[in-house]
């Protein structure tokens, strides 16, 4: 809004806040995220001031709270959230990590639901809502991170309209018919749908996203924006980096270039194949120790001289489908070892713990290669911090095509980690590549990494968030307010409503001849035709036979088919213009015809200036991607003809260009003297309604789209608001 002040301040929400509580003291973590976040901070040269609210971890005792909080506030800018253990159970044990997780990692099987675990997460949304509320100022930026916090945007738009809103999701978006087993799936997506801005790692999940939310909500969108109920959200993506200023320091210090020495000599001889990961079942592990075993039994040669280090960080250990997984592998472990172990090498060193950064800097330069082999993974960072650390540019990443890092580095070996032999010839390639073809595939990969770091990551969203919060429409196009009104306030002069029907006074409806005038509406008409200073014009694209059946029962002026015909208050139905030329109808006809055969669900509406393809009962997809499709069709068909093509909110319609609202309207405005004009209108045809903004009308847009109306208001609610106040302003009256 342009009453919006713009704030340098960003208030960052993410689940954990990046520092955990050891014996009543804080730990600092040094995340991604945290670094991330430094490249937009003033003190990192960025431009903005950062507040992070999130969860401390563990359970705090209420009576420690208050301390705790104050602390956290004035030592490093941080609003905790507490949970209580009952929440931790429900909310981020049970929704969060046993119902989000799986499905958007496709996992049906470990998909779980509880009704409980629903409430704990809209309650723990809340608090998050709460805590923003108190922290943001007039026009701040809250930037929102990952699936724990999916209600959290439309919470925020509902309280605070003047935020602005952007969302992160760091994990896949799985497809359409995975999320759709979610009993939640719509809350979640109109959650996330409160946000200006939604980002992703991969164009696969946004392209997902946009598909379940036109699924799910009938919500159209083109490549960067969904237009929905009363607003647009954008959509964009942000492949996220590694945190290269971190490692780079990391790689220049002296503890690194210990470690180093001493794995090197540990490891002399030896081939050493790293994996890094988290114990979870997106991971693949089980796969990748078949691969590995597969590898070893294949290549008896090998087995004295190849290490394969795999560290997997406990995770979740209080979700039981964890457990399971870590005892599966220990089996698999001690098989492989007890099988293929020699006198001089343990082929598998598993670690179940994390390592300190240093090591793990010093494994990554060092390894011959990284086995990155994930089911499903959002982006994978442990792929993107190997390479970075190759300065040698001498290892080899086989890379599950399954990873969002997948999208960005081409030159790993890839491969399908369902394909057990592939993963297992894969290890056999990597470790025999020569140095040469190793190189040249590894530096051009290294420089896109460095380049696009976590920082570059954070400043790209930023500055979209940023962008898309700040464009014309937003900038030009006032909320409607009721000073505007009062030229309408009754007085003997004559005034004119000029009214569109659909999605201005009544909501769309699966079958269009269903939207008829709800009894809210009727008693407003009432009022309004009880005032004789107010001549009414309902204009429609609708037939005349249409308006008069369900309208014509007030004193109104009804104007059909977008102005071709028009019936005055007891008069007989009239032409606007009877010349118009309407040649091309049969041609549109021949072309809607085999549309509507091609697409069920779809239909042809003849009118008598006009002819439209009705799709909204069609598979949205497929009724949106005919409609485009329709569009190239007709404008080869009818080239150079007096019709329009106009692709409106599900429907495609051809119309005469010598017949259009806004002619209507002029019409009416001279043949009366009008005191005060207002035309109100949510789609396009009614944009030849707003152009007489200029003289003087007051011209209004119903819901989100770039128009050349003044005012907007949202929906057919707020419509049915504004006619009321108009019905009661009596002269004189304070609006
Ligand atoms: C989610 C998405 C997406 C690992 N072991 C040790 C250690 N790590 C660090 C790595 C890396 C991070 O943990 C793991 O990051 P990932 O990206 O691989 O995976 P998730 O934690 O599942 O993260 C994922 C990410 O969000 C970002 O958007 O890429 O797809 O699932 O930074 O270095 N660090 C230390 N010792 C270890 O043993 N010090």
């Known amino acids: 809004m342009s009453e919006q002040p713009t704030t340098n301040r960003i208030i960052n929400v993410s689940n954990r806040l990046p520092v955990r509580i050891d014996s009543g003291r804080f730990v600092k973590s040094s995340g991604g995220l945290v670094s991330a976040l430094e490249g937009i901070q003033k003190s990192g040269g960025g431009d903005f001031d950062l507040q992070w609210i999130g969860w401390p971890g563990g359970a705090a005792e209420e009576n420690e709270q208050g301390n705790l909080s104050e602390r956290l506030k004035s030592e490093f800018g941080y609003h905790p959230i507490f949970l209580s253990e009952e929440e931790i159970a429900d909310f981020y044990h049970g929704f969060s990590n046993s119902s989000l997780w799986p499905l958007l990692h496709y996992n049906q099987t470990y998909f779980n639901y509880q009704h409980r675990w629903w409430k704990a997460y809209e309650r723990i949304n809340a608090c998050f809502a709460d805590a923003v509320c108190d922290a943001a100022k007039q026009g701040d930026l809250v930037w929102v991170h990952d699936y724990h916090l999916m209600l959290l945007p439309k919470m925020l738009r509902e309280r605070r309209p003047d935020l602005r809103i952007g969302f992160f999701l760091h994990t896949p978006f799985p ?228 990873a969002g890092a997948a999208k960005e580095l081409f030159n790993a070996v890839m491969v399908n980690p369902y394909d057990i032999d592939g993963m297992a010839w894969a290890v056999g390639e990597a470790l025999d590549m020569d140095d040469q073809h190793k190189r040249e595939l590894m530096e051009p990969m290294r420089r896109l990494v460095i380049d696009n770091d976590s920082k570059w990551w954070a400043r790209r969203f930023i500055a979209s968030l940023v962008r898309s919060t700040g464009d014309a429409t937003r900038d030009e196009v006032k909320r409607m307010d009721d000073q505007a009104l009062k030229p309408f306030a009754a007085s003997p002069k004559k005034k004119a409503l000029f009214l569109d029907y659909d999605g201005t006074l009544r909501g769309f409806t699966l079958d269009p001849a269903k939207a008829t005038p709800q009894p809210r509406l009727i008693e407003i008409l009432e009022k309004l035709s009880e005032r004789e200073d107010l001549d009414i014009y309902v204009v429609s694209g609708r037939k005349a036979d249409f308006l008069q059946k369900h309208l014509g029962r007030f004193n109104f002026t009804l104007v059909g088919e977008h ?105 009416f405005i001279h043949e009366h003297d009008y005191d005060a004009v207002l035309c109100i209108g949510d789609d396009q045809t009614d944009e030849t309604m707003h152009r007489h903004r200029k003289m003087g009308a007051v011209t209004i847009k119903v819901g989100p789209g770039t128009t050349d109306a003044e005012y907007r208001l949202t929906g057919p609610d707020q419509v049915h608001d504004m006619l009321d106040v108009i019905a009661q302003l009596k002269p004189g009256t304070t609006v």
Not at 288 to 314: G, H, Q, S, T
Not at 563 to 580: H, I, R, S, V, W
Not at 602 to 616: C, D, G, I, N, P
Not at 621 to 629: M, P, R, T
């Open 175 to 402: 497809s359409y018919e995975i999320f759709r087993c979610h009993p939640k799936r719509q809350e979640l997506l109109e959650g996330l749908l409160g946000a200006d801005l939604v980002g992703f790692h991969t164009f696969g999940y946004l392209r997902h996203f946009r598909s379940a939310v036109l699924r799910l909500t009938g919500s159209e969108s083109d490549v960067y924006t969904i237009r929905h109920d009363d607003a647009e959200t954008h959509i964009d993506v942000f492949p996220i980096g590694m945190n290269w200023s971190g490692f780079e320091q990391e790689l220049g210090s002296e503890r690194f270039n210990e470690c180093k020495q001493r794995f090197l000599t540990d490891y002399a001889n030896k081939r050493i194949v790293l994996n890094v990961e988290r114990l979870d079942y997106s991971k693949g592990i089980p796969q990748k120790l078949e691969a590995i075993e597969k590898y070893l039994e294949f290549n008896p040669d090998r087995r004295d001289d190849v290490v394969f280090i795999l560290i997997a960080v406990p995770s979740r250990e209080d979700v039981g489908e964890y457990a399971t997984l870590k005892e599966n592998i220990e089996l698999a472990v001690s098989r492989i070892n007890g099988q293929y172990a020699t006198i001089s090498n343990i082929p598998v060193h598993f670690i179940n713990r994390g390592v300190k950064i240093e090591e793990l800097c010093a494994l990554y330069a060092i390894s011959d290669v990284a086995m990155v082999t994930p089911l499903v993974d959002g982006m994978n960072l442990v792929a993107k911090e190997y390479i970075a650390c190759q300065e040698d540019h001498g290892g080899v990443l086989i890379l599950s095509e399954f």
């Open 563 to 667: 102005g071709y015909t028009f019936t005055k208050p007891g008069q007989e139905p009239e032409l606007l213009n009877g010349d118009a030329d309407l040649e091309w109808m049969p041609t549109v006809r021949e072309v809607f015809d085999l549309y509507a055969a091609s697409t069920p669900g779809s239909h042809v509406e003849q009118k008598r200036s006009a002819l439209v393809w009705h799709y909204r009962a069609a598979d949205p997809e497929f009724g949106q991607w005919k409609a485009i499709e329709l569009i190239g069709h007709l404008k080869e068909a009818i080239a150079n003809v007096p019709a329009a093509i106009a692709h409106g909110k599900k429907i495609v319609e051809v119309s005469s260009q010598q017949i259009n609202k806004g002619m209507a309207v002029e019409r």
